[in-house]
């Protein structure tokens, strides 16, 4: 990986998938659909030298996540590591297996915040879509992250299966004290790519939900700051996927390897470099895979004549490449590419299976359908 | 919330403000967030430790960089810290 020294501006925010162990199964899970084929795990050792090296770049947000990062005993040695070299961390968690004793040890190793996953505002369908019994549990915990001092951040995925819950999604939010509350509309990659005929909801749907969450969002102003992850499906415009391709994100997956963004395992050729064989900045400089899609040079129309390319770079690659089976399209989101009729498409499939008699059912996450789907 | 000019003002316990150096600035962090401060925000906030008013602040700005007139400038950036959460005042 010999190459000139580049202005590339630094990372800024590193996620630490630590594991692809989870003990929850949610089928919208980012998770690639294979990932039962990557056992190896980073050592302590490994992931303290990722953190050091991505540090002294210019990384400072970090997100310790997975699968279940709680899975890893040697989470507090990396909390420490991380609060000594000056990171913000945030452990980015479904709740499961939290304990107030972790709780307080997490708190005194450095760790900033802890954002805690809901599948939904009713314990049936929490369940349901975790697949685990695990609503009341997570309900305790929220009150033992607010309890110990730290800001909390509560996210539920929304989907067709809860769209419906979103005005007792809100309450349940402000009546657990979080300070945050992240609504995220299901992004249709790994498992959710999978299962998007039985979780993408009407554009009617999504209209009415929309309007209750911005409505509250006034209500608790000061108190509960809402984020809403807008559902691209209903866009005409891409999101600015990852603020730019290798301009401000780097993920490391549990086995080392070093991603653009948490989906890009998936794209085809991109010879994603291992944190085991090369440094972080040799990685973020030199390597194929960070170098892909940066800057324009990739682009076709109607990207490369477009007055928004500074805006949006283009949309998200994954999304291109699920839906055109080219990753260097433009987003089918995007209603200038000549490829949106698909997301239409979607938009129909998704409806036409919703009101079919004979429904299939929701793949979960898990290690035995991740090895029948590989 | 709005700025009490009454009060003394802190900054707060769930944000941290931090010396960049990659970046060679002040930021603000806090969950999944970080904002970046140009120097006079900076000074402005490292004066938020729970024993000044915004007077007191102003005074001391004033005074640590020989010029006056900056009460506009200062209460204007708190109205905006407070009212994204940056700061407090009780």
């Not at chain 1, 107030?100 to 939904?120: C, M, P």
Request: net charge negative; with cysteine; proline share 5%.
């Amino acid at each position: 990986m010999a190459g000139s020294i580049k202005t590339n501006t630094p990372p800024r925010w590193l996620l630490a998938e630590l594991t692809y162990a989870c003990p929850l199964q949610c089928p919208y899970c980012s998770n690639p659909i294979d990932y039962a084929r990557y056992q190896a795990e980073l050592s302590t050792e490994d992931w303290l030298r990722v953190l050091t090296q991505a540090r002294k770049m210019g990384a400072v947000q970090l997100g310790f996540s997975g699968g279940e990062p709680l899975t890893r005993q040697d989470l507090p040695e990396l909390v420490k590591h991380a609060r000594d070299l000056g990171y913000y961390s945030n452990l980015i968690t479904s709740g499961y297996g939290l304990t107030e004793e972790k709780i307080i040890q997490l708190k005194e190793a450095g760790l900033d915040h802890i954002q805690v996953s809901i599948q939904a505002s009713s314990q049936e369908l929490n369940d349901h879509i975790a697949g685990t019994a695990s609503f009341e549990h997570k309900k305790a915990v929220a009150h033992l992250v607010k309890k110990h001092g730290y800001p909390m951040v509560l996210c539920v995925v929304i989907h067709r299966e809860n769209i419906h819950q979103m005005a007792e999604i809100l309450a349940m939010a402000e009546e657990l004290g979080a300070d945050y509350l992240e609504i995220a509309n299901t992004q249709y990659y790994g498992w959710a790519h999978a299962n998007r005929d039985l979780l993408l909801p009407t554009q009617e749907q999504f209209v009415t939900a929309e309007a209750i969450a911005q409505a509250y969002k006034e209500k608790v102003a000061g108190k509960m700051k809402i984020y809403y992850v807008v559902p691209d499906f209903y866009e005409d415009r891409p999101k600015a996927c990852m603020n730019g391709w290798g301009t401000t994100f780097l993920t490391i997956a549990p086995d080392g390897v070093a991603l653009p963004c948490h989906s890009a395992r998936d794209l085809p050729g991109l010879d994603c470099p291992n944190v085991n064989d090369y440094s972080i900045e040799e990685i973020w400089h030199d390597s194929k895979a960070f170098n892909f899609f940066r800057g324009k040079d990739w682009m076709k129309e109607p990207c490369r004549s477009c007055d928004e390319q500074d805006k949006d770079f283009g949309g998200c690659h994954c999304q291109a490449y699920l839906l055109t089976g080219d990753m260097y399209n433009a987003d089918p989101v995007c209603s200038k590419s000549p490829h949106h009729g698909v997301i239409q498409d979607a938009i129909d499939a998704a409806a036409h299976a919703s009101l079919a008699a004979n429904e299939k059912p929701l793949i979960f996450r898990n290690s035995k359908n991740s090895r029948l789907l590989s | 919330m709005h700025l009490d000019l009454d009060q003394p003002i802190h900054f707060s316990r769930s944000h941290r403000l931090q010396w960049e150096e990659a970046q060679q600035k002040q930021v603000i962090l806090y969950p999944e967030g970080m904002v970046e401060l140009n120097q006079s925000s900076a000074e402005i906030l490292k004066l938020c430790d729970g024993t000044r008013t915004v007077a007191q602040i102003v005074s001391d700005l004033e005074q640590k960089f020989a010029t006056a007139g900056l009460t506009n400038d200062v209460t204007a950036f708190l109205e905006v810290a407070i009212q994204n959460g940056w700061i407090n005042q009780n």
